[in-house]
């Protein structure tokens, strides 16, 4: 039921229930012990031998008893003076402790009382230091925060002319240039969703007669929130040792107090009728979102792969003009296909280049997206099958509008779902001669690819091999590319319940898998025969 947050004496100990708060109880014990500036607090021997030992000096004179519910108001008597006559600036709230405390229903305990959350008290707990540097100094927004926080009942706040002054509002010049401090400590309230109460004790020397707000000592404080959290300060003393509460008047007097919690609990008949309750209530949410839901979601159809591809253009580097922008596309080999409104193309904007480093960028981030449909029978299903590519053609375009090719560059999307960073080196073809080059530079011709395909495999080749020899090209600069895949098919959810998460697996099943991860796997496969190879051939030798 509880966590206890703090290992030493004044932890704050945190606990959730069920139960309405209302239903708490306090049982606090306050007494007397000895003037801690004469008697030890642990028994020593003087030099006559006569050990000395803790007394208690007024007896059971000062004990007192008292259980608290929840936001219960006891008066001190400090309060009892205050309230006693009726004021003029009077609060509704006010005026109603003047009614309970003239009616006699809140009778006053010796040094007992309490702060609820109606009450315009804060405890202010000072300084918390966060680090173990002897040299850690306290800033002035934490003590400005103090200062608002510290708030209590009966200060000099009370004087009439004081209310007056501070909380009439000026028809004219609302905001005020130069606040006072005082302005600001009773107009900056602090908001809280948590309800707050305060377990008090008025430790003023016997026998005063003006009790004063620097005499009072918190003794517990309790928070309260919205999900039913509650924080206590100190802990419950169950089976420990008493807090001890020394006064900083003259006398210098000691006083200990316990906390226990003497709530009543539930019987077996209520906590099992509050556990159905909370069943059936669990019950018809779950059934409640369930319609808020519904089941009409989109499946791809039996024997198909749903593929989206959420895409950006981030940036490209290293090309030699300015004025750059990339022009794509991507191409669905067989047995792929997507909707008649999908925009397999694109151009993003002309980005100007900035120096990075030592390098000069085009931050272009472009976004694009793209659904594909995947469909293949294992009767139609080859040897190996093709997965989409996204041709790049990097262009630059200047104040003369001369346009150039600056490069050619294709990028696989992944076979597997998930989020990918991917750069792209890209090339450009050159031609024979110098003309070509001084071509580009004057008139901005440049050599150009008529078939973009065969930036990888063109559409139009046929056989085992692919030749490029003697094609002449330049290396130029690189783009970088953001995809985030996603899958989805029944597969996915035959595979989940047999306990089968291996995408690749899946992708084979539906037809095949991309022709890079078949060319890797066939070469793995023949570096490990042929490191066996040459593992077996250094046996017979050794043999021999």
């Known amino acids: 039921m509880a966590a206890d947050a703090g ?18 109880r306090i049982k606090v014990t306050l007494k007397k ?3 801690s500036s004469i008697i030890p607090q642990s028994s020593s021997q003087t030099e006559g031998g006569v050990e000395m030992a803790r007394r208690d000096t007024q007896g059971d004179e000062c004990d007192e008893v008292y259980t608290f519910s929840w936001q219960e108001k006891a008066f001190c008597q400090r309060e009892i003076q205050f309230y006693s006559d009726v004021k003029p600036y009077f ?24 702060y609820t959350n109606f009450d315009e008290f804060n405890a202010d707990e000072g300084y918390v230091e966060m680090t173990d540097s002897p040299n850690e100094v306290v800033t002035s927004l934490a003590t400005r925060i103090r200062s608002v926080r510290h708030r209590k009942v009966g200060a000099d706040r009370r004087r009439k002319d ?16 130069e606040p006072s401090d005082e302005f600001k400590r009773h107009s900056h309230l602090v908001s809280t969703t948590a309800q707050t109460m305060y377990l008090m004790s008025d430790l003023s020397p016997q026998g005063t007669q003006f009790p004063i707000p620097q005499d009072e000592y918190v003794l517990c404080t309790l928070k309260v929130d919205a999900n039913g959290l509650m924080s206590v300060k100190p802990d419950f003393n169950r089976h420990r040792k008493p807090y001890i509460v020394i006064t900083d008047n003259e006398r210098r007097e000691a006083y200990e107090y316990t906390l226990e919690n003497v709530s009543e609990e539930m019987n077996a008949h209520d906590k099992l009728k509050e556990a159905k309750m909370y069943s059936e209530m669990y019950n018809r949410h779950a059934e409640f979102i369930a319609t808020c839901v519904g089941t009409d979601f989109h499946m791809p159809v039996a024997g198909h792969l749903a593929l989206s591809v959420f895409g950006e253009i981030v940036s490209a580097k290293h090309y030699e003009y300015d004025g750059l922008f990339v022009h794509y596309f991507i191409d669905l080999p067989q047995f792929w296909e997507c909707d008649e409104s999908q925009q397999l193309s694109g151009v993003t904007q002309r980005c100007s280049t900035k120096t990075d480093g030592r390098e000069d960028v085009a931050h272009f981030c472009y976004p694009f997206d793209v659904h594909l449909d995947y469909h293949c029978d294992k009767e139609e299903q080859s040897s190996t099958c093709r997965w989409p590519q996204i041709y790049f053609e990097i262009m630059s375009l ?34 024979n001669s110098v003309c070509d080059e001084l071509r580009r530079y004057f008139t901005g011709q440049s050599a150009e690819l008529e078939d973009p395909t065969y930036i990888s495999t063109p559409t139009t080749h046929e056989g085992n ?21 996603i899958m989805q098919s029944r597969s996915f959810i035959e595979s989940a319940r047999a306990k089968k998460v291996k995408t690749r697996a899946l992708i084979d099943n539906l037809g095949g898998h991309s022709m890079q991860a078949t060319i890797s796997h066939v070469l793995q496969a023949f570096k490990k025969a042929r490191l066996k190879m040459k593992a077996a051939r250094e046996g017979l030798i050794n043999t021999s």
């Open 398 to 431: 200047d104040s003369w509008h001369r346009c150039r090719v600056e490069g050619y560059g294709y990028l696989n999307i992944p076979n597997k779902p998930g989020v990918y960073t991917r750069e792209v080196t890209t090339w450009r073809p050159i031609g």
């Open 465 to 485: 091999v692919l030749s490029k020899y003697g094609f002449r090209t330049v290396t130029t600069g690189s783009i970088t590319v953001k995809l985030n895949v």
């Open 33 to 35: 012990v000895t003037a």
């Open 7 to 24: 290992r030493g004496e004044f932890g704050t100990a945190y606990y959730r229930s069920n139960d309405p708060v209302k239903n708490l």
């Open 91 to 114: 609060s509704p709230l006010e005026r109603k402790y003047h009614d309970e405390i003239q009616t006699g229903h809140k009778q006053p305990h010796k040094r007992l009382f309490t």
């Open 162 to 177: 004081t209310i007056d002054n501070i909380s009439s509002v000026p028809k004219s010049n609302i905001v005020i240039e």
